[in-house]
């Protein structure tokens, strides 16, 4: 936080209500001028320090916990509708992951070639990696829906025959129906390209969903079998660099409808939803 951050919090702190009836109010109450002088003082010395005083510090420090933990309590309630909207087939999948990577971590902490600072960085890559895992299960399933609800053979078979019908129309004769097919048939054209487009992100949702669960093998087979411990760190991260660019894309899917969430914030979330 900067300087005129904290101030900016400070003015509208319990501090400053306090700091302002004890000291304007106070030297207005005297109704003298000196009283008046004393208490304007005492209040312009009171932003000077106490933005900088232990007590508004601890202040600060108590709220910023409390705002982070009612965003956690919020991501765990959205977390969890996620995952109560999927097939069983899929929670279980997700579960698995979830517990692999748990495992993973576990033998992170008791590796005491790690030092703690790796191991809560590797912890918290790997939290972030099953929150986009569980993204990708999310929307691979809201494609699935939408796929089967849309059959491109029957779409093409009624823009054909709405063509059919709309090249029969004379020029200048029944301008309101030529106007209305027009309208349907750019309609029908715009949910077969939707289709189309949805078939093409279910192929590469599908493929990063086990592209993750590679990559959570792979880091437990390289780490138990590497001498270097700290060398896994380069991996998970150039990994992570990578699963960036997944999550950008799936921000900008319209079949996407899980929140951005910070990682710091994913990585500070117990991995298993029921928890």
Do not use: C
Not at 93 to 119: G, K, M, S, T, W
Not at 238 to 250: F, H, K, P
Request: hydrophobic share 40%.
């Amino acid at each position: 936080m900067t300087g005129l951050e904290k101030l900016k919090v400070f003015a509208k702190s319990p501090h400053h209500l306090w700091l302002g009836l004890l000291t304007l109010g106070v030297g207005l109450a005297t109704v003298n001028g000196i009283g008046m002088i004393a208490g304007l003082a005492a209040y312009a010395l009171g932003w000077i320090y106490l933005p900088d005083s232990r007590l508004f510090k601890n202040w600060l420090a108590t709220r910023k916990q409390g705002d982070e933990g009612a965003k956690l309590r919020q991501f765990l309630f959205q977390r969890r509708q996620i995952y109560d909207a999927l097939r069983s087939s899929t929670r279980a999948r997700y579960d698995n992951l979830a517990a692999e990577i748990e495992d993973l971590q576990e033998e992170f902490h008791r590796d005491p070639r790690l030092n703690a600072e790796i191991v809560r960085q590797r912890s918290e890559r790997l939290s972030n990696l099953a929150w986009t895992y569980l993204r990708l299960l999310h929307t691979g399933e809201m494609l699935d829906r939408f796929i089967e609800s849309e059959h491109p053979q029957e779409l093409e078979r009624k823009i054909a025959a709405m063509e059919k019908e709309l090249s029969a129309i004379g020029t200048g004769s029944k301008a309101s129906l030529a106007e209305s097919l027009q309208s349907r048939l750019s309609s029908l054209k715009a949910r077969l390209e939707k289709r189309r487009g949805a078939e093409e992100s279910r192929e590469l949702t599908a493929s990063e969903q086990e592209r993750i669960a590679e990559l959570v093998k792979l880091f437990r087979a390289d780490h138990l079998a590497s001498r270097d411990a700290a060398a896994l760190s380069h991996e998970i991260d150039g990994a992570a660099v990578q699963l960036d660019r997944t999550r950008e894309w799936l921000s900008g899917l319209e079949f996407d409808t899980s929140p951005d969430i910070p990682e710091a914030l994913a990585a500070a979330a117990p991995l298993k939803v029921g928890q």
